[in-house]
């Protein structure tokens, strides 16, 4: 049998709730692979920014968008968006299924909402696959700054979702072991239909493009982040860190890229006009790849300022393995993932600490010799293990199992 067209005949839809594609690039990446599978391939996902026709074929792929309401960072703001995914998702998953039979209905987390959509596909033999991109008890506590050890009802809620998602899911994607680990210890009984499909580049188009000194606005060094810019995600630190540079260190000669965008963007920009920094941070918010690889491969440095928490803790970032595959030296928060991860490609500082993560990055930027053999490094370990290309064997694996291949 041609492996490369095993799944030729089937019908695969991608149920994706917080981000629209071809942005996610986890979600993308996994459309293309089923797609050079031989498989028709339909996604579902909410509008965002540029990625707002409601209908359109890109690389061979149906993509079906509806316009959600998207959280302003409160509990509120998250049931409403939650609630209007689930069932605009219902209403428009059903108008697919009446046109074209359905082999697999892969919905991506977070959050955890589409189990009972899992019950309903039983009737009609389709399969389901639970793929968890995060811990959504874990995100939740993060988020709202809770404590696990006096749970509320929603931490239990979340909790009571999680585990719905994971029993009735024919198959379960985690994006590491430490994932795969947690849920195993839920039910046992997942152990057999779980199966670790990590995020990593593609390194076949994200590739490092030529160095662009302009982009450096006349300083000598350029660092960069790129990903989503949610409370959780630690952008905070990047701000507080250039600010610990420029007004206490007196180093102005850096330029910091903020690639992406998220419900914290207002908030950090206005931190940056608070504390005198607007010449010295580039907001770029949500950029076409090309554009994007043009600064971070001009990047003297690349950064990760994910602060330690339940969530961050136990998650693999996706930016971890785009800085690696570049060849890009990290700076990094000491997190058990990340260590994983970036392993000797990335120097780890104290946690959730901006004073040493500015000591981080003049740490790197003073010794281009060492910046150059953790580039090397990266870049041999997502080649080795990491890439999109390696991950993507994992993943037929999953569809073959469910489909009984």
């Given at each position: 049998?041609?492996?490369?067209?095993?799944?030729?005949?089937?019908?695969?839809?991608?149920?994706?709730?917080?981000?629209?594609?071809?942005?996610?690039?986890?979600?993308?990446?996994?459309?293309?692979?089923?797609?050079?599978?031989?498989?028709?391939?339909?996604?579902?996902?909410?509008?965002?920014?540029?990625?707002?026709?409601?209908?359109?074929?890109?690389?061979?792929?149906?993509?079906?968008?509806?316009?959600?309401?998207?959280?302003?960072?409160?509990?509120?703001?998250?049931?409403?968006?939650?609630?209007?995914?689930?069932?605009?998702?219902?209403?428009?998953?059903?108008?697919?299924?009446?046109?074209?039979?359905?082999?697999?209905?892969?919905?991506?987390?977070?959050?955890?909402?589409f189990w009972?959509?899992?019950?309903?596909?039983k009737l009609?033999?389709?399969?389901?696959?639970?793929?968890?991109?995060?811990?959504?008890?874990?995100?939740?506590?993060?988020?709202?700054?809770?404590?696990?050890?006096?749970?509320?009802?929603?931490?239990?809620?979340?909790?009571?979702?999680?585990?719905?998602?994971?029993?009735?899911?024919?198959?379960?994607?985690?994006?590491?072991?430490?994932?795969?680990?947690?849920?195993?210890?839920?039910?046992?009984?997942?152990?057999?239909?779980?199966?670790?499909?990590?995020?990593?580049?593609?390194?076949?188009?994200?590739?490092?493009?030529?160095?662009?000194?302009?982009?450096?606005?006349?300083?000598?060094?350029?660092?960069?982040?790129?990903?989503?810019?949610?409370?959780?995600?630690?952008?905070?630190?990047?701000?507080?860190?250039?600010?610990?540079?420029?007004?206490?260190?007196?180093?102005?000669?850096?330029?910091?890229?903020?690639i992406g965008?998220?419900?914290?963007?207002?908030?950090?920009?206005?931190?940056?006009?608070?504390?005198?920094?607007?010449?010295?941070?580039?907001?770029?918010?949500?950029?076409?790849?090309?554009?994007?690889?043009?600064?971070?491969?001009?990047?003297?440095?690349?950064?990760?300022?994910?602060?330690?928490?339940?969530?961050?803790?136990?998650?693999?970032?996706?930016?971890?393995?785009?800085?690696?595959?570049?060849?890009?030296?990290?700076?990094?928060?000491?997190?058990?993932?990340?260590?994983?991860?970036?392993?000797?490609?990335?120097?780890?500082?104290?946690?959730?600490?901006?004073?040493?993560?500015?000591?981080?990055?003049?740490?790197?930027?003073?010794?281009?010799?060492?910046?150059?053999?953790?580039?090397?490094?990266?870049?041999?370990?997502?080649?080795?293990?990491?890439?999109?290309?390696?991950?993507?064997?994992?993943?037929?694996?999953?569809?073959?199992?469910?489909?009984?291949?």
């Amino acid at each position: 049998m041609d492996t490369t067209k095993e799944f030729a005949g089937k019908h695969f839809l991608l149920l994706i709730e917080n981000e629209a594609v071809p942005f996610d690039r986890r979600m993308w990446n996994i459309a293309r692979a089923l797609h050079e599978a031989g498989a028709e391939v339909s996604v579902l996902c909410p509008m965002f920014g540029k990625d707002s026709e409601p209908f359109t074929v890109l690389d061979g792929i149906n993509i079906h968008r509806y316009h959600n309401v998207f959280a302003d960072g409160s509990v509120t703001g998250y049931f409403r968006e939650y609630a209007t995914a689930f069932f605009k998702s219902l209403v428009l998953f059903h108008k697919i299924f009446l046109r074209k039979r359905v082999h697999v209905v892969h919905a991506a987390n977070p959050p955890d909402i589409f189990w009972p959509l899992a019950l309903w596909l039983k009737l009609w033999g389709v399969r389901f696959i639970f793929d968890e991109h995060d811990l959504s008890p874990e995100a939740y506590l993060s988020r709202f700054d809770k404590d696990e050890e006096h749970p509320d009802l929603l931490f239990r809620v979340q909790k009571l979702f999680q585990k719905l998602s994971y029993r009735f899911a024919d198959a379960i994607l985690s994006t590491n072991e430490t994932y795969r680990e947690r849920a195993i210890a839920t039910d046992r009984r997942n152990a057999g239909k779980i199966f670790v499909v990590r995020n990593g580049p593609d390194t076949r188009t994200f590739r490092s493009r030529p160095a662009r000194p302009e982009l450096k606005k006349g300083r000598r060094y350029l660092a960069a982040y790129i990903g989503v810019m949610a409370i959780q995600d630690g952008v905070e630190y990047v701000i507080r860190a250039v600010d610990e540079l420029v007004h206490r260190k007196g180093f102005r000669d850096i330029m910091v890229y903020l690639i992406g965008k998220g419900d914290d963007w207002p908030r950090l920009k206005q931190l940056v006009d608070e504390l005198g920094l607007s010449e010295d941070i580039v907001f770029t918010g949500r950029i076409p790849d090309p554009d994007a690889l043009d600064i971070l491969s001009t990047a003297d440095v690349c950064l990760s300022p994910d602060p330690y928490s339940p969530l961050n803790e136990l998650s693999t970032m996706t930016k971890i393995m785009e800085y690696m595959s570049l060849g890009k030296p990290i700076v990094s928060f000491h997190l058990k993932e990340n260590t994983y991860s970036a392993g000797t490609s990335a120097i780890y500082v104290d946690n959730n600490n901006p004073a040493a993560f500015a000591e981080g990055i003049l740490t790197l930027l003073r010794d281009p010799g060492r910046c150059r053999t953790m580039g090397e490094a990266g870049i041999q370990r997502v080649d080795a293990e990491l890439s999109w290309q390696k991950q993507s064997e994992r993943l037929r694996a999953a569809y073959a199992h469910v489909l009984g291949l």
